[in-house]
C-alpha cells in the first residue's frame, strides 16, 4: 500500500508508483533507451494505451542472484523514476501541486538486502564525506537539507530557538547535507490528461564524486597479517620460512631478470655462459631465480620498503634491518660474513627490478633464515600496514558508485507548503527494491555503436586518406621506432647514435582503426585457444551490399 502521513492535517498525502501503470508506495523505476525518452514518457503517461507502453519499459533487468539491475548512461540506457502524489481522502484525488514546495530523490546504499540500515551520500562545511548512515541527520525520514531540519519544530520563541540552534549546531552531524536530485511535476496538460498529479527524476548510477576520506583498505578484517590469506600471499621468506638463495656468491647481474623469465633461446648480453645454463628454461636455479624476483617486487612494489618515507615504512625497514643474511664463505675465510637484509634487499631492487645500470652490484647471499616466531609476527605486522598503506596511496577516495558489489534503492519525497495554519512538512515514499548498477562493460542489450571501416581496395581510397592526426615523437622514441625492428623485438636497445632533434608523425584515424582492428582480430582468434570466448564477444553477419 502507498504511504499515508500524520493524521492531522485536513488533507493528509500519499506517495506511490503512478496508479494504473503500477501499484506500491515506492517510485516506480523505468528503464529507456529512447533518445528523448523523457518527452516518451510524458506521451505515454497520459493515455491508457501509452500506460500500458510505460509498463513495458519497467526495470527488470537481474543479475545472476536475481538482484534488479540498473545500468549506466555508457551503456545507453537510462532510468527514470516516476512518483504519483495524491490525497489520501476517500475519493483519493490527485494532489493539487501548488501545495508542493519541491519534490526530489535519494539514491540510498545498503549493505545487504533487507538490512533496515540505508546510507546517504553526504555533504558537511563544504566538504563530501560520503556514504554516512541516515541515523546521522536523524533517519531516513529526515529532511535531507540541514538547514530546513535546524529550523524544524521551534518553539516561536526567538530566545529559544536561538539557543536551540547553537545547542544542535555542536553536533558535527547538524549541517550534514544528502545529496537530492530534483523531480519535476509532468506539464499540466500532461497530469489533466492522466488525472493524476505525476513527479519524475532520473536515477544515477554513474557519478565522478570521490568522498574526502581514506579508502578502506580491509573493512571486514579478513586479510590481517595472520590471516590465511596474507602469510599465503607472502613469498616464503616474508612469512618468516628459511628460503635459499640462487647463485649465492655471484656478484647480481641485470641480466639474471631477463634470463630467468623470458622464455628465450637467445643467452642475454652480458650473461655468462655459467649462469645461463643456470637460468634458462629448465635450468636448475630458475625457478629460485623467479622466486627471489618475487620477494624484491612485494618489497619494491606492494609494500613501498625502500621508497617510502612515512612512519610504516620506515618500521618495516627497521624489521628487515634485524635480519641478517648469512654470506658465502670464499676461500680461506673461516669467519662467518652477513650482510643487513635490508641493504642488501635495496640494492638488489635497484639492480634486478630497477635495471639501474649505474646502481652498486651486492653480492648474493647464500639463504634467508628461518626467524623466530615473535620476529616472524612482527614481520608480518609491519607487512600488514604497509600494504595497508600502499592502498590508500594507490587507490583513490572511494567514489559514489565504485563499490561492485553494493545494493541501492531509491526514496523519493515532496515538502509541502504551510497550510493551515500547520507548517511545511516533508512526505516521503516507502524505497524501491534494492538495485545493483551493473559494470560499465557488461552488456546492457542495446544495439551496438557501428564504426565504418574503409574499403582498402576501393580506387583512389588510399590517396583521400589524408593524415587528420599528428604525434609529437621525442628524439628517443623516434631513434628506438627507427631502429632494426627485430632488435626492437628481442627487447636490444638502438645500435648508433641516438637522435637529438624531435619528430611530428602525421596517420590518418581511419588507417589506424583500420590497422586497430585487424590486430584485435589476430590476437582475439589467439587468445580464443586459452579463453574460449569468440562465440560470446565476436558477432559477424553478412549484409547484401547496397548499389553504387
Not at 168 to 176: G, K, N, P, R, V
Not at 477 to 488: E, F, I, M, R, V
Request: proline share 8%.
Amino acid at each position: 500500500m502507498a504511504r499515508t502521513l500524520t493524521q492531522q492535517l485536513p488533507h493528509d498525502v500519499a506517495l506511490g508508483a503512478p496508479r494504473g501503470v503500477a501499484s506500491g508506495g515506492a517510485p516506480l523505476l523505468l528503464q529507456r533507451s529512447d533518445g528523448d525518452f523523457i518527452d516518451a514518457v510524458l506521451d505515454e503517461i497520459a493515455s491508457t494505451e501509452g500506460r500500458a507502453r510505460l509498463l513495458a519499459t519497467r526495470a527488470a533487468a537481474r543479475n545472476q542472484r536475481q538482484v534488479l539491475k540498473l545500468f549506466q548512461p555508457i551503456q545507453r540506457q537510462h532510468h527514470l523514476a516516476m512518483l504519483e502524489a495524491w490525497c489520501d481522502t476517500p475519493g483519493t484525488p490527485r494532489l493539487d501541486p501548488a501545495r508542493v514546495e519541491s519534490a526530489g530523490l535519494v539514491v540510498r546504499r545498503v549493505r545487504r538486502a533487507g538490512s533496515a540500515t540505508e546510507e546517504g551520500w553526504m555533504r558537511s562545511r563544504g566538504r563530501l564525506r560520503g556514504w554516512l548512515p541516515v541515523q546521522r541527520i536523524g533517519g531516513a525520514a529526515r529532511d535531507p537539507a540541514s538547514q530546513l531540519r535546524l529550523h524544524s519544530g521551534h518553539t516561536g520563541v526567538a530566545d529559544i530557538d536561538h539557543e536551540l540552534v547553537q545547542l544542535a549546531l555542536q553536533s558535527e552531524d547538524t549541517l550534514l547535507n544528502e545529496h537530492v536530485v530534483p523531480m519535476f511535476v509532468a506539464p499540466p496538460e500532461v497530469c489533466k490528461a492522466a488525472g493524476k498529479t505525476v513527479y519524475y527524476g532520473i536515477v544515477p548510477t554513474v557519478s565522478g564524486e570521490q568522498a574526502e576520506t581514506a579508502p578502506v583498505f580491509d573493512e571486514d578484517n579478513t586479510f590481517g597479517s595472520e590471516s590465511a590469506d596474507f602469510r599465503n600471499h607472502l613469498v616464503q621468506a616474508l612469512r618468516g620460512e628459511a628460503m635459499e638463495f640462487p647463485l649465492d656468491g655471484e656478484t647480481l647481474n641485470p641480466a639474471w631478470t631477463e634470463a630467468a623469465e623470458i622464455a628465450t633461446t637467445l643467452r642475454p648480453q652480458g650473461l655468462s655462459t655459467d649462469h645461463w645454463n643456470r637460468l634458462h628454461p629448465g635450468g636448475g636455479s630458475r625457478s629460485s631465480m623467479q622466486r627471489f624476483l618475487r620477494l624484491l617486487r612485494q618489497l619494491d612494489g606492494e609494500f613501498n620498503a625502500f621508497a617510502g618515507t612515512s612512519a610504516t615504512a620506515q618500521a618495516l625497514r627497521l624489521q628487515l634491518a634485524a635480519i641478517a643474511l648469512p654470506l658465502k664463505l670464499r676461500e680461506g675465510e673461516t669467519v662467518a660474513r652477513t650482510v643487513n637484509a635490508e641493504v642488501f634487499l635495496r640494492q638488489a631492487v635497484q639492480v634486478l627490478v630497477q635495471r639501474d645500470g649505474q646502481a652498486a652490484r651486492p653480492e648474493m647471499p647464500v639463504r634467508w633464515p628461518a626467524l623466530p616466531g615473535h620476529q616472524a609476527s612482527a614481520l608480518r605486522l609491519a607487512l600488514s600496514r604497509a600494504v595497508a598503506e600502499r592502498f590508500v596511496q594507490l587507490n583513490p577516495a572511494p567514489g559514489r558508485f565504485d563499490d561492485p558489489g553494493a545494493q541501492y534503492v531509491v526514496r523519493a519525497f515532496v515538502r509541502l507548503k504551510p497550510e493551515c495554519g500547520c507548517p511545511a512538512r516533508i512526505v516521503w515514499s516507502d524505497a524501491t527494491e534494492p538495485f545493483v548498477i551493473a559494470p560499465w562493460f557488461e552488456g546492457s542489450g542495446a544495439p551496438p555503436v557501428r564504426i565504418d571501416l574503409p574499403d582498402i581496395t576501393a580506387p583512389g581510397l588510399l590517396a583521400s586518406l589524408k593524415p587528420n592526426v599528428s604525434f609529437t615523437v621525442p628524439p628517443a622514441l623516434q631513434s628506438l621506432l627507427g631502429g632494426n625492428p627485430k632488435d626492437l623485438m628481442e627487447g636490444k636497445p638502438p645500435s648508433g647514435p641516438g637522435m637529438t632533434i624531435g619528430w611530428i608523425c602525421s596517420f590518418s584515424i581511419p588507417i589506424i582503426t583500420l590497422c586497430a582492428f585487424i590486430v584485435l582480430s589476430i590476437f582475439l582468434s589467439l587468445f580464443d585457444l586459452i579463453f574460449k570466448w569468440m562465440a560470446f564477444i565476436k558477432i559477424c553477419i553478412p549484409f547484401p551490399k547496397k548499389g553504387d
